[in-house]
């Protein structure tokens, strides 16, 4: 078998504009999607992903380039023709028929026998954990338990690929996170490859296998969660996945071990430099906000070590924020967690206090883009 469930060579979609304009959607997108992973699309809204999404589905057709499902290509195959199913984020339930009957409409539409229609009904639901659930109707069952009913009615059709695009948005905060596992569990459960797609950074890290980051109908980057979040390749990827710091300079030295001496204004800095960028470049530095940790006192011998003035410290529960100004044009996020026993201070102070602020070179990366 191949080693790719899905993959999308060159692929570009253009549509007419309004105006009789040509909007380019998709720009020569080209991704691997592994057999029996989780891969989800992560972008803002305009950013290409559902477009690729609806090309795999066939609700769209490339306008150049090839997708292959299994290494066979499936790019100008009408959807009724290819084994994937989708689950929207209108779950699109028959509100006149049962939860059984919605379940089994696509068995009916291909002509399963009913004795074995039942058998299969009943084996999605337990797998969506709604067991005996048949007979109910959409109206009486919560947002999540139709998110289940719908995953269920996808899933029965015993697709070689499951299409999801943001299929939790219509929840609330709470019930999407207990969802985001639910989902996360059921793709292990079943084994069968799950593309999604969605705008959250959050859901896309708590989920995914790998993920692609798209921007502007080009995807910028995939990778695994961690890789994605650690060791971003440009500063469109940094910025949309959490949070970071941002420092604008100039690369002053590159040594031989992927580290090299940044300069913004007065301050230095040392940070991993990936390999290709000469001394003299623009370039902007990132360091996460949790990597920053904040010192009354200054450390001893510790390299990017900085005093600062504190602008302000925001307390919100898990952890507490400091917005600390290292220089009149550079300031610093930091984030720490409140993991002290209940009664004891949390580091803060009054605006204007002096801290120290430090992190380790490796915890600094220099982007370019």
């Given at each position: 078998?191949?080693?790719?469930?899905?993959?999308?060579?060159?692929?570009?979609?253009?549509?007419?504009?309004?105006?009789?304009?040509?909007?380019?959607?998709?720009?020569?997108?080209?991704?691997?999607?592994?057999?029996?992973?989780?891969?989800?699309?992560?972008?803002?809204?305009?950013?290409?992903?559902?477009?690729?999404?609806?090309?795999?589905?066939?609700?769209?057709?490339?306008?150049?380039?090839?997708?292959?499902?299994?290494?066979?290509?499936?790019?100008?195959?009408?959807?009724?023709?290819?084994?994937?199913?989708?689950?929207?984020?209108n779950y699109a339930l028959f509100p006149h028929m049962t939860i059984g009957e919605n379940v089994a409409f696509g068995l009916e539409m291909k002509g399963v026998p009913k004795s074995e229609r039942q058998a299969r009904v009943r084996q999605a639901l337990e797998m969506v954990r709604l067991p005996g659930y048949e007979a109910r109707r959409s109206r009486q069952m919560s947002g999540g338990q139709q998110q289940r009913v719908a995953l269920a009615r996808a899933l029965v059709n015993r697709p070689e690929v499951l299409l999801l695009d943001e299929p939790l948005g219509a929840l609330d905060l709470k019930l999407r996170k207990e969802m985001q596992l639910e989902l996360k569990r059921l793709q292990r459960e079943v084994g069968i490859t799950f593309i999604y797609v969605t705008h959250d950074q959050?859901?896309?890290?708590?989920?995914?296998?790998?993920?692609?980051?798209?921007?502007?109908?080009?995807?910028?980057?995939?990778?695994?969660?961690?890789?994605?979040?650690?060791?971003?390749?440009?500063?469109?990827?940094?910025d949309f996945i959490g949070e970071t710091n941002f420092i604008d300079g100039v690369v002053a030295s590159v040594d031989g071990d992927g580290y090299g001496e940044f300069v913004a204004g007065?301050?230095?800095?040392?940070?991993?430099?990936?390999?290709?960028?000469?001394?003299?470049?623009?370039?902007?530095?990132?360091?996460?906000?949790?990597?920053?940790?904040i010192l009354r006192d200054r450390p001893d011998g510790r390299p990017n070590t900085f005093v600062g003035s504190l602008r302000e410290s925001i307390y919100i529960g898990t952890d507490t924020r400091f917005i600390i100004d290292l220089s009149p044009t550079v300031q610093i996020l930091a984030r720490q967690q409140n993991a002290l026993p209940i009664g004891m201070p949390v580091m803060e102070g009054p605006a204007g206090v002096k801290l120290w602020v430090t992190w380790a070179p490796n915890s600094a990366r220099i982007l370019v883009e």
């Open positions: 078998m191949p080693e790719f469930a899905v993959e999308l060579r060159d692929v570009s979609k253009r549509f007419p504009g309004p105006s009789g304009e040509i909007v380019q959607a998709v720009r020569n997108v080209s991704m691997q999607i592994r057999d029996g992973e989780f891969f989800s699309m992560l972008g803002p809204s305009g950013c290409g992903k559902t477009t690729s999404l609806r090309m795999i589905a066939g609700f769209e057709l490339p306008t150049e380039g090839e997708i292959y499902l299994h290494g066979k290509p499936i790019g100008q195959t009408p959807p009724y023709k290819r084994p994937v199913n989708t689950v929207f984020q959050e859901e896309a890290l708590t989920m995914s296998d790998r993920i692609a980051v798209m921007d502007h109908g080009v995807v910028k980057q995939v990778g695994l969660a961690s890789e994605i979040y650690e060791e971003p390749n440009c500063r469109f990827v940094a007065e301050l230095r800095f040392i940070a991993r430099v990936p390999a290709g960028i000469s001394p003299g470049r623009k370039a902007t530095l990132t360091v996460r906000p949790e990597r920053v940790q």
